[in-house]
């Protein structure tokens, strides 16, 4: 079975600051690694996703992320923040194989960009 | 447009009512999967379905049923309803890895 584990719950930081949101994940098999972002009342929206390749993935909005397979993490990072990054990220994990439909969540953490 | 569509958006329960929240796909995904959002719990799986006719529990399956009679629909089924059961919920399709998410159901069990 996998978990991942979102090591920081809230994260405040100024307007263009740099941010990194911590994930770590723990599976007995290779897995596929994925960031969602959802803003107030609203639903989840990828932000980018880890199948295999390079290990830096760059996704939507300014965001990527590092694979390191050695470490078990999957790091999300953004070089300057806006007021408009103020959300709730997720980090998720796929075990693939007879596991594609089933996603397994973090806890969250909430970044707060302050002007 | 293509995509997850979930109903109700919002809905109020007594304690022991029982209701259905529907879930439809149009992407001819053959994955389906509910889950459920609290507050610092991140989303827990519910119940998936790997294709029409065949579902699974998740992390989280007590006080709810799932079927899948055809490959576009999903329904989420309370049984009876219970103040925990109080959250948000989401739907989502996929292929392999293009997951999907429906918009949510808010639900509040009084």
């Known amino acids: 079975a996998q978990s991942v584990t979102q090591l920081d719950s809230q994260v405040p930081v100024f307007e263009e600051a740099p941010v990194e949101l911590r994930c770590n994940y723990s599976s007995s098999v290779s897995v596929y690694l994925f960031w969602y972002v959802q803003y107030p009342n609203q639903g989840l929206q990828l932000l980018l996703k880890y199948l295999s390749g390079s290990t830096l993935v760059k996704g939507i909005n300014g965001f990527e992320a590092e694979f390191n397979k050695s470490q078990t993490s999957f790091h999300l990072r953004k070089p300057s923040v806006h007021i408009s990054d103020t959300a709730e990220y997720f980090c998720a994990v796929n075990a693939g194989g007879t596991s594609y439909g089933k996603l397994t969540f973090g806890q969250g953490t909430i970044l707060t960009v302050h002007p | 447009n293509a995509g997850v569509t979930q109903t109700p958006k919002f809905q109020v329960l007594k304690t022991g009512q029982s209701m259905t929240l529907q879930c439809a796909q149009d992407?001819?995904?053959?994955?389906m999967s509910w889950y459920r959002q609290d507050p610092g719990m991140g989303l827990r799986l519910i119940h998936y379905?790997?294709?029409?006719?065949?579902?699974d529990q998740g992390e989280v399956p007590n006080g709810y049923n799932v079927s899948r009679s055809t490959t576009e629909d999903f329904p989420l089924r309370l049984l009876s309803a219970a103040p925990s059961q109080t959250s948000v919920y989401f739907c989502?399709?996929?292929?392999?890895?293009?997951?999907?998410f429906g918009s949510g159901t808010r639900l509040t069990v009084v």
């Open positions: 989502a399709s996929s292929g392999r890895f293009g997951y999907t």
């Open positions: 379905s790997v294709g029409a006719g065949i579902t």
């Open positions: 992407m001819n995904h053959e994955y």
